[in-house]
T-cell receptor, first 113, second 114 residues
Framework: ELKVEQNPLFLSMQEGKNYTIYCNYS?????LYWYRQDPGKSLESLFV?????AVKQEGRLMASLDTKARLSTLHITAAVHDLSATYFC?????????????FGKGTHLIIQP | DSGVTQTPKHLITATGQRVTLRCSPR?????VYWYQQSLDQGLQFLIQ???????AKGNILERFSAQQFPDLHSELNLSSLELGDSALYFC?????????????FGPGTRLTVL
């Protein structure tokens, strides 16, 4: 059974600072996803990481995947208030066939001026 | 806007009752997934349908069932509701069966059981 752990679960940081959210998973996962959720809203897809060493960047966010270490990171550069949200990573069991996503508990990120 | 629609947005009902949540996937997507988000359990995968057939099951209770219709919309039926079923229920869709494509989430249905 795939298990996904994120840390930290809560992060308060100042604008302009850099930080990294970590996502560890327990068994082989074909792919790793990052989603953003604003309070009371749906999940917005940020990144899909499909292979070892994959790195994707969008604005101030950069995600990477190390399948050997079973680790994905979401790095925030020069944070701005608009990035305040809850960020989820999710894995997908690679046992073949279809399966839903297994989510981490989420990282609640607050960026203060 | 992901292109996935869900109705209703909010639902308030009593314990023991039965409700139906509805989802329409993005145009062209054949796969529909249902997820439950609660404070206790976080985000949990419930069930997946692909082109009308059940494809994968997650942590779905026996009191819950789903189906996907020929027009590809899906319904999640929750019966004998308990207080603990109060949650946000999301539907997501993707193009293919094996979820290799990204899953796009709908706005969710917030269920409150009193």
């Amino acid at each position: 059974e795939l298990k996904v752990e994120q840390n930290p679960l809560f992060l308060s940081m100042q604008e302009g600072k850099n930080y990294t959210i970590y996502c560890n998973y327990s068994t082989t996962s074909d792919r790793l996803y990052w989603y953003r959720q604003d309070p009371g809203k749906s999940l917005e897809s940020l990144f899909v990481l499909l292979s070892n060493g994959a790195v994707k960047q969008e604005g101030r966010l950069m995600a990477s995947l190390d399948t050997k270490a079973r680790l994905s990171t979401l790095h925030i550069t020069a944070a701005v208030h608009d990035l305040s949200a809850t960020y989820f990573c999710a894995g997908q069991y690679s046992g073949g066939g279809a399966d839903g996503l297994t989510f981490g508990k989420g990282t609640h990120l607050i960026i203060q001026p | 806007d992901s292109g996935v629609t869900q109705t209703p947005k909010h639902l308030i009902t009593a314990t023991g009752q039965r409700v139906t949540l509805r989802c329409s996937p993005r145009s062209g997507d054949l796969s529909v997934y249902w997820y439950q988000q609660s404070l206790d359990q976080g985000l949990q995968f419930l069930i997946q349908y692909y082109n009308g057939e059940e494809r994968a099951k997650g942590n779905i209770l026996e009191r819950f069932s789903a189906q996907q219709f020929p027009d590809l919309h899906s319904e999640l039926n929750l019966s004998s509701l308990e207080l603990g079923d109060s949650a946000l229920y999301f539907c997501a869709s993707s193009e293919l069966a094996d979820s290799y494509n990204e899953q796009f989430f709908g706005p969710g249905t917030r269920l409150t059981v009193l």
